[in-house]
C-alpha cells in the first residue's frame, strides 16, 4: 500500500493529468499543487459538464478531499479569486478545503507585461509562453526579490518592496521594450485588496502534509506542465520555468524524497505540444488534422492549436527514469480508434550521416538533427471510447498496449479512454501498489 503517489506528466503537457488526478482523488484524502501557475490548464469531465482547472488542485471536484498549495506554485490573486468564484457559481463548497502555502510568490502585472513584452521582442525566436508571468515572477524568486503571501502580513515592508520592483520594471518595460508603465498605486491597492482573503487561506502546507502522512491520509501529488516543460530536464530554452518533474515535489512542498511512494507517468497515446521547439515526431496536413480534430487539440489555457505527432518512446524512456516512474497511465486512447496503421518512435537517427541515435538529445541544435525511427503497429478501426474494462478492449488496442509496455518496461495501470471520469480502466490502483 502506498500513501502517496505523484502524477506526473511525461511529455510537453496536456497529457490528461487533470482528468486522472480527478479520477483518483476518490482514493486520496490531500490534493497538492507543487509548481507552475495558472499557465496550466487541467480539463475534467463529469456527467459531460467541463471544469478547467488552472491553479486549484483537480480533487477539488469531490466534495471532502483537502486541496493544497505548496510554496513551489506561482499565485496570481486575480486568477485564483476568478477560478474560486467560478467554482463557487458551480455550488462547489470551498470551506475549509483549499489551503496555500505563505511561501508562494505572487505573480504582479508587471511579470504579466515583461512576458509579453520579451515574447514579442523575441521575434521568430518566441517560446510561446502562456503569457501568464510565469517566466518573469520565477526569476524574482531566484533573485531572492519576489513578493510572497507572507509579505502581504506587513504592509509597511509590503509597500516598500513593490515599490522597488515597480521602479525597476517600469524603468526596463518603458526604457528597453518601449511599453507603458504600470501605475505602482494601483498595483499596491489591488494586491491589498485580496491581502485578507489571501491571507486567510495561508498556512503552513509542508507540516499539513507531513502530519497528513503520519495521520495515514493519502495524498496525490498533482503534476503541472510535462516533463520536457521541465526547466531543468526539458527542451531549454523551450521550456516553462519550474521544475516540472517528480524532483520539483522536495523543493516545492517541503517534504522529502523518503515520503514519495508511487509516481505515476501521465502519456497520451500519441504526442502533443503548445507552444514553440523541437518536435520530432510531428505531423503535418491530413495527419495533424486527424488528431486536432478528433482529439480536441486546443489548449485548455490559451486556445492555441495544438501541433501533435506519433508518440515518443525514447522521450517516455528519459521521462521514466528522470521522474522514476512506477507505473504509466496511457491517455486518449479513443483517439486513435479510426486509424488503420499507428507509428511509435522507437529511436533516432541523425539526419545528415543516419547513424543511429542513443539517447534523447541534450540540446536544441541536438534535436534539430534527429529524426525519428518507426515501428508500425495495425490500428483498431473500432470504438474504444467509454471502454471500462481492459479485456473489453480491441486485440490490436491491447497489443498497442503491451507493446509500449515491453519497449519501456515499466506497467501501464491505468487506461483512458474518454474524457469523462469515468471513462476510464484501472488495472491496479496505484495506491494499492
Ligand atoms: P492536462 O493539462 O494534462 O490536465 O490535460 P488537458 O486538460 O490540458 O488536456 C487533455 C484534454 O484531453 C482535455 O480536453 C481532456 O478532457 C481530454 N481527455 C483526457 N483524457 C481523455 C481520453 O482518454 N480521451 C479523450 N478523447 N479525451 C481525453
Ligand atoms: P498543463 O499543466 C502545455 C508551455 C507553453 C510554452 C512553455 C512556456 O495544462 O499541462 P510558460 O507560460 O510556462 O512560461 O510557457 O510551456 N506550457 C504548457 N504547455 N500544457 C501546460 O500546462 C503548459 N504550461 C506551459 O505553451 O511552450
Ligand atoms: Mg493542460
Known amino acids: 500500500m502506498k500513501l502517496t503517489v505523484a502524477i506526473i506528466g511525461t511529455q510537453w503537457g496536456d497529457e490528461g493529468k487533470g482528468k486522472i488526478v480527478d479520477y483518483l482523488t476518490e482514493y486520496a484524502d490531500f490534493i497538492v499543487r507543487y509548481q ?3 499557465n496550466a490548464g487541467h480539463t475534467i469531465f463529469i456527467h459531460q459538464k467541463k471544469t478547467i482547472l488552472h491553479l486549484i488542485p483537480s480533487g477539488i ?19 485564483l479569486f476568478s477560478e474560486i468564484s467560478k467554482l463557487k457559481k458551480s ?3 470551498l470551506e475549509n478545503r483549499l489551503f496555500i502555502s505563505k511561501g508562494c510568490s505572487i505573480i504582479l502585472p508587471y511579470h504579466i507585461a515583461l512576458d509579453i513584452a520579451r515574447e514579442t521582442k523575441r521575434g521568430k525566436n518566441l517560446i510561446g509562453t502562456t503569457g501568464k508571468g510565469i517566466g518573469p515572477v520565477y526569476e524574482d524568486r531566484v533573485a531572492r526579490r519576489s513578493i510572497r503571501i507572507a509579505d502581504l502580513e506587513d504592509e509597511s515592508n509590503l509597500r516598500d518592496s513593490l515599490k ?8 526596463q518595460l518603458v526604457h528597453y521594450y518601449y511599453t507603458d508603465s504600470i501605475p505602482y498605486k494601483k498595483v499596491l491597492q489591488d494586491l491589498i485588496s ?17 502530519q497528513g502522512i503520519k495521520l495515514n491520509k493519502k495524498i496525490i501529488f498533482e503534476g503541472a506542465q510535462g516533463s520536457f516543460l521541465d526547466i531543468d530536464q526539458g527542451m531549454y530554452p523551450y521550456v516553462t520555468s519550474s521544475n516540472t518533474t517528480s524532483g520539483g515535489i522536495f523543493a516545492g512542498t517541503g517534504i522529502g524524497p523518503h515520503y514519495l511512494g508511487y509516481v505515476l507517468g501521465v502519456v497520451k497515446a500519441y504526442s502533443t505540444r503548445v507552444g514553440f521547439g523541437p518536435f520530432p515526431t510531428e505531423l503535418f496536413h491530413d495527419e495533424n488534422d486527424y488528431f486536432f480534430k478528433k482529439g480536441k487539440e486546443i489548449g485548455s ?19 521514466i527514469i528522470v521522474n522514476s516512474i512506477t507505473g504509466l497511465c496511457l491517455t486518449k486512447l479513443d483517439v486513435l480508434d479510426e486509424l488503420s496503421e499507428i507509428k511509435i518512435c522507437i529511436g533516432y537517427k541523425n539526419k545528415i550521416n543516419n547513424n543511429v541515435v542513443l539517447d534523447t538529445p541534450c540540446s536544441i541544435k541536438e534535436w534539430n538533427r534527429i529524426i525519428p525511427i518507426y515501428r508500425i503497429v495495425n490500428g483498431w478501426k473500432k470504438k474504444t471510447l467509454g471502454i471500462k474494462k ?15 509496455e515491453d519497449l519501456t518496461g515499466i506497467p501501464i495501470h491505468v487506461i483512458s479512454t474518454g474524457p469523462d471520469r469515468n471513462d476510464t480502466i484501472l488495472r491496479m490502483n496505484p495506491f494499492n501498489f
Not at 61 to 79: A, M, T
Open 91 to 93: 455550488n462547489i463548497n
Open 301 to 319: 489555457t490559451t486556445g492555441r492549436r495544438r501541433r501533435t505527432g506519433w508518440l515518443d518512446i525514447m522521450m517516455l524512456k528519459k521521462s
Open 61 to 79: 471536484l469531490h466534495s471532502n478531499k483537502i486541496c493544497i498549495i505548496g510554496n513551489g506554485v506561482v499565485i496570481s490573486p486575480k486568477d
Open 194 to 210: 485580496f491581502k485578507d482573503e489571501l491571507l486567510l487561506l495561508s498556512s503552513d502546507v509542508s507540516n499539513m502534509i507531513i
Open 390 to 404: 481492459f479485456n473489453d478492449l480491441p486485440f490490436e488496442a491491447r497489443e498497442y498496449i503491451r507493446v509500449i
Open 164 to 171: 522597488e520592483l515597480s521602479d525597476y520594471y517600469n524603468h
Open 36 to 38: 507552475g501557475g495558472n
